[in-house]
C-alpha cells in the first residue's frame, strides 16, 4: 500500500470496506468470466503508485490473466465512444462484472459529526464500480433497511440501457421499488466509457448517503500517467434525507430552502464541532482526503458531483488543470484553474505535477448559486514521498465565482467524436416555474405539471402492455416514432437547475440569459454533448435527443434532490410500438408483486414525488 490511500471512503463505518471490496476483486469476488481480453493496446491498465488503491482490483487479476486476444480496436486508437450507434460498435468482451450491495442504516460521522444514514456494504460513499467498455455490470441490490423498513432502487447515472430500459433504476417509471428483505439484479451493458456514479433515485435517499463512483476504462483521447481514480465532490447535510424531504414539502415557504452544513471531497471533510448544540456527538479534525502526485507526471482526475443540492467550482492550488472530458463524451482539451459542476456532472481532468512545492489544497467551493453554510471542501496533494501529516501551504488561485451559475460556454467544450446535429423532427417549448399550491406546498413544474410518481405502476411496464392510461400527475410526454427531439427549455424560476436526461447524450444548442432567439446554434457541425446540463435563473437551454434509437420512458428532471422531490421531474416515451416489443424479464413484474404484497400491510410514507 503507499502511505496515502488515493481513495478515502470516508465515515468512521466505511475506511475498511473499500479494501474489502479489493480483496473481494482478486479472490474473483467481483469479477466475474474472465474472457482473456484486455485493452493491451491502449494501455487502459497503466497505473502509477497514486492509483493502486482503486486500479490494482482489475489490472492485477486482468494481468494475471494473461490472454490478450480478441481486441476490438485499432493500435493506438484515440476513439472514444459516444451514443451514436453509426460511430460505435459496442464491444462485447463477455465480461460480467458482479457486484453484491446490501443497502442497511447505519451511523457514520464522515465530517466528524455523527448522523443516521443508509449505506452500501456499509460505506459512504458506496463501493466503486469499475469494468471496462463493453463488460456487462452485474449489480445485486439486497434492501436490508430496517428500523423503519422502506423501499429502494438504485440508478446507473448516464448510461444508455439501450435495449434494457428496465435496469434503468427509477421507481415509478422503470420499476417497482425493491421491498424491504428482497433483491434486486440489475444487469447492464457498460455501453460508454469514463466516469460516473450511482446512487438510489427513491425519494431523496441518495442525499442520506446511497451513491457511489463508476469508472468504465475505454481508448483515451489524451496521455496521461496516472489515473487517480474518482474525486467525488458532495455537499453534506446533518439532518437525515426524510427530515430534509419534509421540510422541502413544507408548507412553510421559509423551511423549504435550506442550507447544507458542510463540502466533502470522496466523503471526507474537517467540521466545527464547536457549533453544535445539540449535543450530537462530533469530532473535530476528522481528516480530509489525501492524494498522491508523482513529479512530473500527468494525473487523470476523474471529478463527479455526486451532492444533493450545491453547485461546485473545484480547483487546484499552483496548478492549471486540462478538461479532456465531460459526463460520458470526450472533448478537445482546454485548459482552465476552475471546472463547475453541477449536480451528476461529471469531467475528467488532467494536472501535471510541475509544482515547486510538495504539497497542495485541492479546492471545491459550493458556489453562491447554492445554499450552502460550509462551503469549502479540501483535500491535500502530497507529492512523491512528502510528509502527509503536514498540512500544505499553497495559496488558492484568484478567481471569482461569477455567479452565472452555467457551466463553460458550449463554443470550448467539443466533442472529439464528431457528431452533427440532426434535423428534429419534433421540436417542444417547456417552461420551467416554481409555484405554491392550495396547501401551500413550494413545488416545481414543467408546463404546469408537477411530477408525482405511483411506485405501484412504473410507466415502462404500463407502456410495454401498450396501457397509455397514465394520470397526469406523471407527467409522461409521448414522443412518438420521433427520430430527434428539439426542446427549448425556458427557466422561469429564481434557481439555477442541473437538468439530466436518462437514456441519452443530449445534443446541447444554446444556452444563455432570456429566451432562445430561435435560430443561433453553437456549433451545429459538432454540438457539444453530455447528460447534465446547468440552466440560469431567467435563461434557456435548447437540447436535442435522437429519442427513436432508444426506445423506452426516459426521465428528463433536475438533479437537486430538492426539486426533483418537489415535482422537477418529466419524462418521454420514445418510440411507444417498439417498447411494445421489449422483452421484459418476470423478475420486474415480480417485484411489482413484492412491492404490491409488502404495500398490502406498510403505507410507504410518499410525501414527495417519489423521486
Ligand atoms: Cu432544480
New binding site residues.
Partial sequence: MPPVAPIHHGGQQAPSTFDKLKMGAMMGGSVGVIMGFIFGTVNIFRYGAGSQGIMRTLGQYMGASGATFGFFMGVGSVIRSDADPKLQELPNTGVIRYYNFTVSRGVIAPDGYQRDVLLINEAFPGPLIEANWGDTIQVTLNNNITGPEEGTALHWHGFLQKGTPWEDGVPSVTQCPVPPGKSFTYQFAASLYGSSWYHSHYSSQYAGGLSGPIVIHGPKSQDYDIDLGPVMLSDWYHEQYFDLVEKAMSPVQALTRFNSDNNLINGKGDFDCSQVTDGTPCTNNAGISKFRFERGKTHLLRLMNTGAEGLQRFSIDGHNMTVIANDFVDIQPYVTKVVTLGIGQRSDVLVKADGDLDAYWMRSNISACSNANQPYALAAIYYDDADTDIDPESTPWDVPDPLTCVNDDFSITEPVMELALPEPDLELDLELTIFQNASGNTL?ALDGVTFRGNYNSPTLLLSNLGNYSFEPEWSVRNVSTAKSVRVNLFNNSP?????HLHGFNMYLLHEGPGQWDNKTIIRPSNPQRRDVFLIRRGGHVVFQFDAASNPGVWPFH???AW??TAG?FTHFLADPEAVRDLKIPNVVAETCRQWGTWTDTNIPEQIDSGL
Fill in positions: 416545481w434557481a439555477p437547475h442541473p437538468m433536475c438533479h437537486i426539486h426533483a422537477l
